[in-house]
Every structure is written in structure tokens, then in C-alpha cells.
Nanobody, 128 residues
Framework: EVQLQASGGGLVQAGGSLRLSCVAS????????IFWFRQAPGKDREGISC????????YLADFVKGRFTVTSDSAENAVYLQMNSLEPGDTAVYYC?????????????????????WGQGTQVTVSS
């Protein structure tokens, strides 16, 4: 059974930083792409980042470029979303998700379609 365990959320002041972690387990395939999404109250879910184990490609949405970075640690089966210069508009529940049944998965703006797996969310609250 695939599991995605997200953690690292919390309350931070504007300008502060948080690092979210997504630990993955149970995958049968070695190739996968791990995504971060967020959803603020009353707003649509939006894709933030992607990192691929197929080719190492990454993608960050324009609205977080320059502030967020996404990295992975294969030994820990973890993907990290480092969030700097946080703004009140970043307040949301953050979810990690994955594609990883078979084949290769790559990261680009069109990768944020149907996910195979979802983790639970972690709340990020940025105060002004």
C-alpha cells in the first residue's frame, strides 16, 4: 500500500520559512513523480511543485519561484518543499501527491493532472 506522509506545517510570521516533508513508502515502481499542492479556504487546489525520479526534473509554479525550492532524498524516500519569504497568501493546507504506478513520469506545467496517490494535508498558516 502506497503511503505519503506529509509533515512540517505550522504557524509562521510573514517573511519566515518552513520546510515541508513528504515521506513515501510502498511504491512498487522505482520511477515516480512527487507533487505538492495547496488549497486555501474557498479557493481551488493549485499545484506548486513536482520532482521526478525518472529524470531528476523539477518544476515550480511561477507564483512560488524564487521563494520555494523542491528537493528529494532518495535514501530517505522523502521530498522536501523549502518555503522561504512566506506571505499570508501562502496560508493553505498543503498536500503531497504522487504518480508512480508504471512507466516514467516527468515534471512540466502539464504534469499536474490526475494523481495516483494522495497524502494527508499539513496546515501552513502565515500571519501578517
Amino acid at each position: 500500500e502506497v503511503q505519503l506522509q506529509a509533515s512540517g506545517g505550522g504557524l509562521v510570521q510573514a517573511g519566515g520559512s518552513l520546510r515541508l516533508s513528504c515521506v513515501a513508502s510502498g511504491f512498487r515502481s522505482d520511477t515516480r513523480a512527487i507533487f505538492w499542492f495547496r488549497q486555501a479556504p474557498g479557493k481551488d487546489r493549485e499545484g506548486i511543485s513536482c520532482i521526478s525520479s525518472s529524470d531528476g526534473s523539477t518544476y515550480l509554479a511561477d507564483f512560488v519561484k524564487g521563494r520555494f525550492t523542491v528537493t528529494s532524498d532518495s535514501a530517505e524516500n522523502a521530498v522536501y518543499l523549502q518555503m522561504n519569504s512566506l506571505e499570508p497568501g501562502d496560508t493553505a493546507v498543503y498536500y503531497c501527491a504522487a504518480k508512480g504506478i508504471s512507466g516514467n513520469y516527468f515534471c512540466n506545467p502539464h504534469s499536474f493532472g490526475k494523481m495516483h496517490y494522495w497524502g494527508q494535508g499539513t496546515q501552513v498558516t502565515v500571519s501578517s
